[in-house]
């Protein structure tokens, strides 16, 4: 599958507008010029800046671009259900994805001392 430039632009730049929206309750650190929000606001406004440049070239290049193409191997069985050949099984690859960011969490929430914030499992909080 491959998108216009200009479709993949507004979704960098939607993910930087969310996250300057985010920062915007860090904490200030009294007596400091920089505080918690500085880095991931930079980095916000360059996803910002890098995603309006490709909105203008996508939009520029859109006669010779379609918004969405899809690959032939989309259309293709053999190739669509070629997870099933190496015996994955859907249910397990959940479980293993849940485990590992539930430890990933955990190592930077308790070892580390990061304030992460729990999102949809705030029930599960320890």
């Keep these: 599958m491959k998108l216009?430039?200009?479709?993949?632009?507004l979704l960098l730049t939607l993910v930087g507008a969310a996250v300057?929206?985010?920062i915007r309750g860090y904490p200030?650190?009294?007596?400091q010029?920089?505080?918690?929000?500085?880095?991931?606001?930079?980095?916000?406004?360059?996803?910002?800046?890098?995603?309006l440049?490709?909105?203008?070239?996508g939009l520029r290049h859109r006669g010779e671009q379609p918004w969405l193409a899809w690959d032939d191997w989309v259309r293709s069985p053999r190739h669509a259900l070629a997870l099933l050949v190496l015996r994955v099984r859907p249910v397990l690859?959940?479980?293993?994805a849940l485990v590992a960011a539930l430890l990933v969490h955990t190592a930077f929430y308790k070892l580390l001392k990061v304030?992460?914030?729990?999102?949809?499992?705030?029930?599960?909080a320890w």
């Design 53 to 57: 440049l490709l909105i203008a070239r």
């Design 93 to 96: 690859a959940l479980v293993i």
């Design 28 to 31: 200030k650190i009294p007596g």
């Design 20 to 22: 300057l929206v985010a």
């Design 33 to 51: 010029p920089v505080g918690p929000a500085l880095f991931p606001g930079l980095i916000a406004a360059g996803l910002c800046i890098a995603g």
């Design 115 to 124: 304030p992460l914030p729990w999102g949809l499992l705030t029930g599960v």
């Design 4 to 9: 216009n430039d200009a479709v993949f632009g």
